[in-house]
Each structure stands twice: as C-alpha cells, then as structure tokens.
C-alpha cells in the first residue's frame, strides 16, 4: 500500500536527449515512453468519478478511459478512445499546454507530480504509428456535398477529418507547398517531427480527404469562385501568419529576421540542411531573439542548433510573465540559451554594410498592472546598454495576415482584422462560410484551433444535411 | 507537376524562357503580377513574373536570368520536365491607366517583366516610347516584342554593340527633355531603378519600379520582402512588387539583397561542379 502512494507521488520521467548533444541536432527532444513506463504512469491515474483532467481538456478527451486501457495493456483500445475525440493525439501530446489544461487539474497533482497525460497521450499514439494496422475508421455513406476547407493548420484538418467521415467531399488548400501549417513550418523538428505530421495528412488523404497545395486563396482562386465551382460550404483557417515587428530604428538591417521566416526557412524549406538543399538561412554567432513566448523558444532553439556561439533571449518583462510554457524555457535554459529579463532593446545597430552589430537596450522594471493584468514595464532611467549580435529574430507576436480577408469584403471582420464568427457555431457573417482556429482568436493553441473546427464540423454538417 | 511545354536560350544562354502548364493561374494572372517556382523537393522558392500569360492555352510564360544555383537548376528543366511547385498569382497587379505619352525602361531581363505591361498600356490607349538596355548586343533580350509593344523603341548597351552607347538614363533624359510625358515605368537592375527613379525626379514626372527583394513565402507572412518605401515599411509581396520609385529606399534594398550572397555563392559553386563533373 505504501508501495502504491509512493508511487504516485513521483511520476515517470520522460527519457530525453543530454542536453548538450541534442543542443546541436534537429532530432527529437524527448525520445518517449517504453511499454513498460506507460503502463507505471498509467497506474498513478486514480480513475476519479469526476475527473477535473476531462474538465481541463478543451475537446473533452476521456482521459481515465484511454489511461485505463493502457494500463490494461490495450493499446489499440487506447488510440480509438483518443481519436474519438482528438484527430491528432501524436501532436497534441507533443506541443499542448498540459501543465495548464487536464494535468492543472489532475487530482494526484494537489499532492505531488499531475498524472503525465501528455506523454500517455503521445505514448498512444506513437505506439498505434509503429505496431498499428492502420486500419482506417468507417465513413458514412457519400452525401453529395462538397466541402473546402481553407489552411492546412490543425484546425481545418480536423474540420476536413470530421466532415469526410461524414460522407461529405473534402478538399484543402493550401497557399504552401506542403500541408500542415504551423505544425509544419513554425514548430521545429526537434519538437514535432515532420514525418509525423505528415502521417496525419496521409491519413486524411488515405479517407478521402483532398489536398491541393500551392492554391492562395484570396489570389489563385475567391471564395465566391469555390461556390461557382460547386462547394456547398467553406471552412476558413487561415491561422494567424502575419508577423509583427517592434517598429524601432535599423530594423530592416541585414540580420533581423521575423520568427515566420527563421522558421520558416529552418522547417519547412529545411535550410538547415543547406547546401543539400537550396534555401539558405542566415548564421548568426552571437544571437538575440526578442519576445518570450514559445515561438520565441523555438526560434532560439533553433538558433543554438545551427551553431550559434551564443544566444540570447531579449524580453521586458519579468520570468512569472514568460507566456511560453515552462518545459520549453527549462529545455532552452538547459540548452545554454541565455535569459535577458526586464530588457527592451530601443534601436538596431548596423556597420557600414547594412549588416546588425547590436542592439541597444534599456533595463525594465516592473510597475502598475496593466490592460492585460500583467505587471507594466517601465524604463529604468539611464540604463542604456548594448548587446552585440549579429542575428535577431522577432518572435514578439503575430497578427491576421489579409491575404484573404481583404479579398472577402463580405465577411466581417473585428478591428484586428480578425473574422467575427458565432461562438458556438463558428459561422461566419459571409452564408455558407466558417470559421476558426488562430485567425478567429488570434495566436493561440493547436488544441484551441482543433476544438473551433470540430464545432464548426459539426454546423456545417446540420447545415448540409438539414440546411442550416 | 507543372510541366514545360517550351524552352528558349535567350542572351546566349544566360536567359532562359519557359512556358509552363498552370491553367488556374493562366486564367486569373494580370500584368504586373509574380508566380513562386519551386524546381523539386529540395528545391528553394524562387519568385519570378509572368511575362506572358495564356488563358485559352493554359499556360504561363517567365523568362529569368540565371543568378545562382536555384536558376541554374532551372536552367536544367527541358520541355516535358517539370516544376514541382508553382504558387501564384502573387502581388498586386499593375495599375494601368491611359494617360497620355509614357516612356518604358527596361533593364536586363526587367525587359521581360516590363513586356506585357508595356503592350497593356499601349492597347489602352497611351502613346508608349520604349527605353530598352543591356551590357552587350548578346545579352538583349525581347527586342521585337517591344518594338511591337510599342510606339517607338530605343536600344542602349553599355559598350556600344548595338544601339545607343551609353545607359538607358541617357536616352530617357533626351525623351524627358522632350517634355509632355506623364508617365514612367522602370524595370531591371535595382541600380538602374534608382538612377531612373532620381532622373524622373528631377522632371517631376510619376515613375513606377517593379522591387525584387528576396522572398520565401510571397503571401505576407514571412516578412523577408521588406522594402522602405516613403519612409514606411513595406512588403513587397502583397504591397507590391510595384511602388512609386520615389519613394524607395533602394540603397537599404541593394544591402538586404546581398543578405546571402556568400553561402548562395558557395552552394553555386559547387552545384556547378558537381554539374561539370558528369
Ligand atoms: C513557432 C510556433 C510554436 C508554437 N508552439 C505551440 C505549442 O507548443 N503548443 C500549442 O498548442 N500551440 C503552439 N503554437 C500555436 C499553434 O501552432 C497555433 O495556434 C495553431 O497552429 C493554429 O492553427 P490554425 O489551424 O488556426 O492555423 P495555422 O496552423 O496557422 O494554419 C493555417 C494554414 O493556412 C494557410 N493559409 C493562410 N492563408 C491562406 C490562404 N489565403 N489560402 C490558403 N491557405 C492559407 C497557411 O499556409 C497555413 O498552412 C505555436 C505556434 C508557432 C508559430
Ligand atoms: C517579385 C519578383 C519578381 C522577379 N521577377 C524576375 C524575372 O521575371 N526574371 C528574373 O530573371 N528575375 C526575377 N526576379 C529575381 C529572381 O527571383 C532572382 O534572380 C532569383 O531568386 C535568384 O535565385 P538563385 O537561387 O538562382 O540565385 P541566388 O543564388 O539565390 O542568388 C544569387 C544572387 O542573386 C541575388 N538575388 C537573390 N535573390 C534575389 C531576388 N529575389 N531578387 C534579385 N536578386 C536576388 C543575390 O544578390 C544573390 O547573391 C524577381 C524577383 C522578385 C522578388
Ligand atoms: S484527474 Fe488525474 S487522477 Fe483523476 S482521472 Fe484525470 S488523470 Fe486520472
Ligand atoms: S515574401 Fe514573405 S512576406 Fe513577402
């Protein structure tokens, strides 16, 4: 009985790479569970009768039924319980914010360590990857209702996964040249392999689902010419691509790049195989990224691995503040990436040849809250000071790219240029289009962007079969 | 796949013309506009106009200058081959209106670029006088398809080969002194851009330039195409790629356009010697 208290108190921990080898590789950063460590998470999982976890869960996973059946070894019956709810488990068990959403709320976590459900998660379906037969879930006879879903990111393939097994005719487009979104060009190998994205796709392909990549919509093609074409309904999620710069002087120097591009470059085009591949990406020594969200993490990581003397991360406000998530600024800090708290860079430097130098910078301290409810940082009187760096990446937010808004001017936007939708639905103001995912909401989660496309799945289904 | 259905050796080899099957983008391109070519999976994005366009055919002209290792493996595309990707149409489209007397300045393979904006303008009516110019005879490009595109055609080389001795300034500021113009476009080399563009100046006369800063995704996401224009920064993808060359901070363009000039040289170096070798 001790035996058992014992251990759930203390959780497995997931085996990773030595943080200086993988300081300097793209492979993956924890290297996952064995049967074995599942099964002993597993049985830390105390099977409450009200689980605050599935509270926690913004699709609502039944988390003490997966985690029962692995701990009964029945890893197939684990996966279809996830997948019931959860189209892309092997990517939300990598990248969701866990520690705030179901394990913030696990009951075991009040007394020590939260039950892992992120690794158990990843565990299932990284286990169904390898030993599954891959067997695909049944599909509702065909409707005849055609359906396009516009972006590739977690939110419209979960709106294209629901609406296919619906029996409804599914095409994505994509304005890249690979489908998967954020999921493919901003988080980096060493988080979510690409390979494993991929096999998400694949699967939607291998249903039924449609990809047509290189198609801009707003440019190669309108959504009012989709509805000439014969779409009966259209899903817009478009994420939140546009980068935002801090507008302070030099910033077009040679050297500081937003963190769309760096990543961009790194992942999608893998630039950091250059010269195997044809798409450079710039090589800093002495490296600061501003902002301290985990696309900041990731872009500094990043950094470090393509060989950079140093990096730096360059944020006004204090560590409590940092919106990244915790496991991502420990595995940065343990990487040898350096923290510059309650610093705000004023000015690029540049030499002659237009090339960043340096940045100056004022300390910060931290005074009244403010709008946001964080702590407002002010400038400490005379504390100029100057980072020399030789590359900067801005990772300091995004907002709505237009592309496509602007081409739509009947679907309302807010005055972020944000589409305005129905909160329960996900309609849109524009008849016979939806919405969802970061460019409804602004930057924010996978999870989040799954859970705004399986709702709007489920009204556009009312809306093709029953009409409305 | 978009495949190649015509390849020509333009400028001795230097340019090279293709025309591709992409019949969605045929149908909604302007002048004025770009498509991003990617060559095969390991293939960099590279942003190239369309010089032509067929919507009946279904098909897509660009002619581009071999540069660096991408357009060099362009190069190596022959009719039946493909593009992997072709993204597009991207950019604003150009602004065409019939305003009287223009005067067209085209540069290197700008000439390209300027081509179908010259014809559009000149079908709407303007009295179109083209400035044309490269560095040798060999390296001219589009020659009568400018002289049929336009009203009157001059032609400048650096070195006297053919034409007028001398650059296209030269020749523009003789038509500006002329007087009465009211509008010009100037497409080519970044320099000869910000020559024209100080020349017009003077005169006072409304000068459009066609920017070509380095681009990764073309839709406004990356931010890379950045260009000051009036003070203000722009992306040239969704922006442009045309702005009022007054307005442009070309020497900033000049610098970000080197950005990658050494790792882009090495890994053309070697492409080329690896190319030699078989
Ligand atoms: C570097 C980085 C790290 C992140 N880390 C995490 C994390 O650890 N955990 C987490 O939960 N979230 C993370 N996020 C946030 C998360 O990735 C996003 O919230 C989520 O991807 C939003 O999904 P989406 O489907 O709305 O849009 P996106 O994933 O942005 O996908 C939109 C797609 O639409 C395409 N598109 C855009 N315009 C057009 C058009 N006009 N025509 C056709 N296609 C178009 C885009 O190319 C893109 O593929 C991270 C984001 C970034 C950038
Ligand atoms: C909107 C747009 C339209 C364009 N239209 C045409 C066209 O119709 N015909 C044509 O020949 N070219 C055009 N260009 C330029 C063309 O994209 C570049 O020449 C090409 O990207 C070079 O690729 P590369 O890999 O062969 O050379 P790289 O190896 O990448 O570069 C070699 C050198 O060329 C320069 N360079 C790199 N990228 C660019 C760039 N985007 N623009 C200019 N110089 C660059 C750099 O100085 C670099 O060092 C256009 C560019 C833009 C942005
Ligand atoms: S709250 Fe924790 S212990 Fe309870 S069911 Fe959920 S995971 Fe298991
Ligand atoms: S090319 Fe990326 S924003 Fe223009």
Known sequence: MADKAEKRISRIPMPEQDPKVRARNFLEVPTGYTVKMAQEEAARCLQCKKPGCVEGCPVGVDIPGFIDLISRGDFTGAIRNLWSKNALPAVCGRVCPQEIQCEGRCIVGKKGEPVAIGNLERFCADYEREHGTGA?????????????????????LTVAGDLIVKGHDVTIFEAFHKAGGVLIYGIPEFRLPKA??????????RLGVKIECNAVVGRTVSLDELFEQGYDAIYV????GLPRFMNIPGENLVGILSANEYL???????????????????????????GAGNVAMDAARTAMRLGADSVKIVYRRSRDEMPARKAEIH???????????????????????????????????LGEPDESGRRRPVAVKGSEFTIDCDLCIVAVGSGANPLLTSETPDMKLNKWGYVIT??????????????????????????????????????????LTLGW | ??????????????????????????KKARPGQFVILKANEDGERIPLTMAETDPDKGTITIIYMVVGKSTALFRDLQVGDGYQDVIGPLGKATHLEKVGKVVCVGGGTGVAVLHPITRALKEIGNDVTCIIGARTKDLLILEEQMKNASHDLRICTDDGSYGHHGFVTDVLKEVLNQGDIKQVVAIGPVPMMKAVSALTKQYEVPTLVSLNPIMVDGTGMCGGCRVTVGGATKFACVDGPEFDGHQVDYDELIMRLRAYQEDEKKCHEEYCTIRDAR
């Open chain 1, 264 to 290: 961009t470059r790194a992942n999608l085009m893998k630039a950091y195989k250059f010269p195997d591949v044809d798409t450079p990406i710039p090589h800093g020594k002495n490296v600061v990224v501003l």
């Open chain 1, 422 to 463: 129905d909160e329960k639905t996900g309609k849109t103001t524009k008849k016979g289009v939806w919405a969802g995912g970061d460019i409804v909401t602004g930057a924010a989660t996978v999870i989040l962007a799954m859970g705004a496309g399986r709702q709007a799945a489920d009204s556009m289904h009312d809306f």
């Open chain 2, 1 to 26: 796949m978009f495949t190649i259905v015509r390849r020509e050796e333009l400028a001795g080899g230097t340019v090279i013309l293709n025309e591709i099957e992409a019949p969605q983008i045929a």
């Open chain 1, 237 to 240: 999620g478009v994420g939140a």
């Open chain 1, 331 to 365: 595995h940065a800090e343990e990487e040898g990436i350096e923290m510059f708290l309650l610093t705000n860079p004023t000015r690029y430097l540049g030499n002659d040849k237009g090339r960043l130098t340096g940045m100056e910078c004022l300390r910060m301290e």
């Open chain 1, 196 to 205: 494993i994205v991929a096999q998400e796709v694949n699967f939607l392909e």
């Open chain 1, 136 to 156: 695909l879930p049944p599909k509702q006879s065909p409707t005849g209702k055609k359906v396009a879903v516009i972006g590739s990111g977690p939110s419209g």
